[in-house]
T-cell receptor, first 116, second 114 residues
Framework: NSKVIQTPRYLVKGQGQKAKMRCIPEKGHPVVFWYQQNKNNEFKFLINFQNQEVLQQIDMTEKRFSAECPSNSPCSLEIQSSEAGDSALYLC??????????????FGEGSKLTVL | AQRVTQVQPTGSSQWGEEVTLDCSYETSEYFYRIFWYRQLFSGEMVFLIY??????QNQRSGRYSVVFQKSFKSISLVISASQPEDSGTYFC???????????FGLGTRVSVFP
């Protein structure tokens, strides 16, 4: 069973609404990734953190996406104003390391967002 | 263009048969890793096995093994004695230095029938 905990499992939002997803990484893993997986199985990297600091991020889709990993709190990914094209499975993954070569990623079950 | 290519979108097998899934990739790095994951119907990605580029020996883990052809930049996942619980979508993923995590293929959906 996954030790990366993602909540909620499902979100249904109307266009323009906020959508917020949370992730608790596996204990002892300082690196956290967020991916978007669309219905065609395409994985899109969104952002990664090492502890609370952003390592890399894409141009966060016209600034509608924001993410943080505060200390002693779950990491979160928020879409400020949801669009139909944001409908996807959002996967959080954690890792012991990053850099020379990313090690094994441990994934949560994902948060499935449907934007009506 | 896809940097990780899985040409078989679907596959099927009978219980007990061997299943081979193919993957090819593009990289200019000397040091990299190839991972295989199975995605369950719940969405969870389960790690199966990985192959480091510097290791010429094909990796094995339980019923999973790989056939690594480094010069062709291809790698196959072999599942021996397949079981219905092996059904799911299998993803090949490339890990390179300082990259944005893993680069995934589009997956191969496998069904194992009793």
């Amino acid at each position: 069973n996954s030790k990366v905990i993602q909540t909620p499992r499902y979100l249904v939002k109307g266009q323009g609404q906020k959508a917020k997803m949370r992730c608790i990484p596996e204990k002892g893993h300082p690196v956290v990734f967020w991916y978007q997986q669309n219905k065609n199985n395409e994985f899109k990297f969104l952002i990664n953190f090492q502890n609370q600091e952003v390592l890399q991020q894409i141009d966060m889709t016209e600034k509608r996406f924001s993410a943080e990993c505060p200390s002693n709190s779950p990491c979160s990914l928020e879409i400020q104003s949801s669009e139909a094209g944001d409908s996807a499975l959002y996967l959080c993954a954690s890792s012991r390391d990053w850099g020379v070569a990313t090690g094994q990623l441990y994934f949560g079950e994902g948060s499935k967002l449907t934007v009506l | 263009a896809q940097r990780v290519t899985q040409v078989q979108p679907t596959g099927s097998s009978q219980w007990g048969e061997e299943v081979t899934l193919d993957c090819s990739y593009e990289t200019s790095e000397y040091f990299y890793r190839i991972f295989w994951y199975r995605q369950l119907f719940s969405g969870e990605m389960v790690f199966l096995i990985y192959q480091p580029s510097f290791d010429t020996q094909n990796q094995r883990s339980g019923r999973y093994s790989v056939v690594f052809q480094k010069s062709f930049k291809s790698i196959s996942l072999v599942i021996s004695a397949s079981q219905p619980e092996d059904s799911g979508t299998y993803f090949c993923a490339l890990s390179e230095p300082l990259a944005q995590g893993l680069t995934f293929g589009l997956g191969t959906r496998v069904s194992v029938f009793p």
